[in-house]
C-alpha cells in the first residue's frame, strides 16, 4: 500500500469501533462504580442519623426530669443509660458549658483542702448551638473506612431549653464492609475493562477486516482488472455491499469491453474511407496524363468517401452526446405532426430509390420528449426502411394509440433481417450485410442512436419479421394527456 493510502492509527475504522466499544464499557463501568455506592452510602446514612435520633431522644427524655441540670445529676442519669456503643457522649447547660463528657474517666474527690478551682469547658460544636436553639441536628460523613455520625438534642423542661444532648458515633465496620464493597467492584471493573478490550479489539478487527478487503477490491477494479471479484461473506450489509460491488464489477467489465470493441470498430469503419480516399489521391498523383474524365471518377469516389466520413463522424458525435449530455428539457410532442414532417423531408429520398412510402397518422397521441429526438427517431427508422429497400417497394408509417401507450411504427418490403441477427441490430456498428450497408452509405450506427434515443426518454424499442417480407420496427412512449390541474400527466 502507498504511503498516501496509508490510513493514520488513530483515523482508522478499526480503533474507532474499538473505542466507541471501551467508551461505551467505560460508561457502564462508572456507573458500576458508583451508583451502588453511592447507594450505599446514603442508606447506612439514613439508617445512622434515625439510630441516632432515637438514642439522644432517649437520653434527653431522662434528662427533662431534673428541673436544673447539674454535673452530679447528669451523670447519675447517664450512668444509669447505656451508651449502646457511641464514641462520646456530651450534656451542656443553656450556655454551652459542658456538664457530661463520657470520653473523661471519673476521678475520685481529692481532700477539701487539696480542691482546685473548677476547669470550664464548653461545647463549641455547631451542632450543640442549633439544638441550644431548640433544632434536632443530624449529620454523617464517611471517611478513612468508617463512617462518622454525629447527633445533637436540645433539653427541654416545660418548653424552656434548660441545655442540650450532643452524642458521636463512629462505625468502623460498615465503614469496611463499604470499603470491602468499592474493593470488589473496582476488581470486577478490571477484570471487565480488560474482557472488554480484547472483545472489542477481535470484534473490531473481524468487522473491518471486510471493509479493508472491500477498499482492497475496489482498487484493483480501479486500476483496471474488471475481472476481479469479492465472495461475500454472511447475509448482513457488508455481504450486500459485496454483491453489489460484484454486480458494478460485471457492468464495468461490460462496459469496458463495449468500449474497447466500439473504439475498435469505429477505428476500422474511420480507417476504410480514408484508405480509400489516400489510394485515390496517390493514384492521381502518380500517373502522368491522366485521363480528364479518370480523374472526375476519381475525385467523384474520393468525395463519395469524404460524405461517408462525415456520416460517420456525425453520428458518433451524436452518441457520445447521447451518453454524456443530460435529456433535454422534455415537453408534449404530437408524434403524428413530427412524423408528417419527417416523411415530407425524406420523400425525395424515397422518390429517388423508387419507394413509396404510405403513412397512417392517427391524432392525438401526444408523448413527453423533446422534438428534435423524436424526429431524429422517426428520420433514422424511415430512412433505413427506404435504403434497404427493392425498387418499387413500399414503406409503411403509423402513429396510433394502443392503451397507456403511443407507438410508431415503420415496415418496409425490404431485404429484411435474419431472425437470428434481430437481437443485434441495435448494437453500434452491427451490420447484417456489410457490402450492402456501405453500398447504401449506412454506417451500422443509425439503429443504435434510436435504441439509445428511445431510452432516454422512458420509452422501448423493438425489431421483428414483417409478413410477408420486409422488417417492422415499432417504438413505444407512454401517452401523455392533460391532468385535472391542467397540468400534463403520463400515461
Request: glycine content about 6%.
Amino acid at each position: 500500500m502507498n504511503n498516501k493510502n496509508k490510513v493514520p492509527f488513530f483515523s482508522s475504522l478499526q480503533v474507532k469501533y474499538a473505542l466507541s466499544y471501551l467508551v461505551i464499557f467505560a460508561v457502564v463501568l462508572v456507573l458500576l462504580n458508583t451508583y451502588p455506592v453511592v447507594a450505599s452510602q446514603d442508606l447506612l446514612f439514613a439508617s445512622k442519623r434515625d439510630s441516632l435520633k432515637s438514642q439522644a431522644a432517649v437520653m434527653a427524655s431522662a434528662l427533662m426530669e431534673l428541673e436544673s441540670l447539674s454535673a452530679d445529676q447528669v451523670a447519675r442519669v447517664m450512668n444509669m443509660l447505656d451508651s449502646m456503643g457511641l464514641k462520646r457522649i456530651l450534656v451542656t447547660d443553656p450556655a454551652g458549658l459542658i456538664l457530661y463528657d463520657s470520653t473523661e474517666q471519673p476521678q475520685e474527690e481529692p481532700a477539701e483542702e487539696e480542691q482546685s478551682p473548677p476547669e470550664y469547658r464548653y461545647a463549641l460544636y455547631q451542632e450543640v448551638v442549633a439544638a441550644l436553639r431548640g433544632n434536632d441536628v443530624t449529620y454523617s460523613r464517611y471517611t478513612n473506612r468508617a463512617f462518622i455520625s454525629t447527633a445533637a438534642m436540645p433539653i427541654v423542661y416545660r418548653g424552656m431549653v434548660i441545655g442540650a444532648i450532643y452524642i458521636l458515633e463512629v462505625d468502623e465496620v460498615q465503614g469496611e464492609l463499604l470499603y470491602s464493597l468499592q474493593q470488589n467492584l473496582r476488581t470486577i471493573s478490571l477484570v471487565i475493562a480488560l474482557v472488554t478490550l480484547i472483545m472489542s479489539t477481535f470484534f473490531s478487527k473481524m468487522l473491518t477486516s471486510r471493509i479493508a478487503a472491500l477498499l482492497r477490491a475496489i482498487r484493483i477494479v480501479g486500476e483496471g482488472e474488471y475481472g476481479h471479484r469479492l465472495q461475500p461473506v454472511g447475509r448482513d450489509e457488508l455481504a450486500q455491499l459485496a454483491g453489489e460491488f460484484n454486480q458494478l464489477t460485471d457492468r464495468l467489465q461490460t462496459t469496458e469491453e463495449v468500449r474497447r470493441r466500439f473504439v475498435s470498430d469505429a477505428s476500422h469503419e474511420l480507417k476504410t474511407p480514408l484508405a480509400s480516399i489516400c489510394l485515390l489521391a496517390d493514384s492521381i498523383l502518380q500517373t502522368d496524363e491522366m485521363d480528364p474524365a479518370m480523374v472526375r471518377d476519381f475525385v467523384g469516389d474520393i468525395g463519395s468517401e469524404a460524405e461517408r466520413l462525415a456520416r460517420i463522424t456525425e453520428h458518433l458525435l451524436a452518441l457520445t452526446r447521447l451518453d454524456s449530455l443530460p435529456v433535454g428539457e422534455e415537453k408534449a410532442v404530437d408524434v403524428a405532426r413530427v412524423t408528417e414532417r419527417t416523411i415530407a423531408r425524406l420523400q425525395p429520398v424515397a422518390d429517388a430509390a423508387g419507394v413509396s412510402m404510405e403513412p397512417s397518422l392517427k391524432p392525438g397521441c401526444t408523448v413527453m420528449c423533446t422534438e428534435d429526438d423524436l424526429s431524429q427517431i422517426c428520420f433514422n427508422l424511415v430512412e433505413n426502411a427506404i435504403k434497404y429497400n427493392f425498387q418499387g417497394g413500399k414503406v409503411f408509417v403509423s402513429v396510433y394509440r394502443d392503451g397507456d401507450q403511443v407507438l410508431l411504427e415503420v415496415g418496409d418490403t425490404g431485404v429484411g433481417i435474419p431472425e437470428e441477427d434481430l437481437p443485434k441490430v441495435f448494437n453500434r456498428f452491427y451490420r447484417v450485410d456489410k457490402a450492402r450497408s456501405r453500398a447504401a452509405g449506412g454506417t451500422g450506427l443509425g439503429l443504435s442512436i434510436v435504441r439509445d434515443t428511445v431510452r432516454r426518454h422512458g420509452g422501448w424499442v423493438t425489431a421483428r419479421p414483417r409478413n410477408p417480407e420486409g422488417t417492422l420496427f415499432t417504438v413505444g412512449f407512454s401517452r401523455y394527456v392533460p391532468g385535472q390541474d391542467g397540468r400534463e400527466e403520463r400515461r
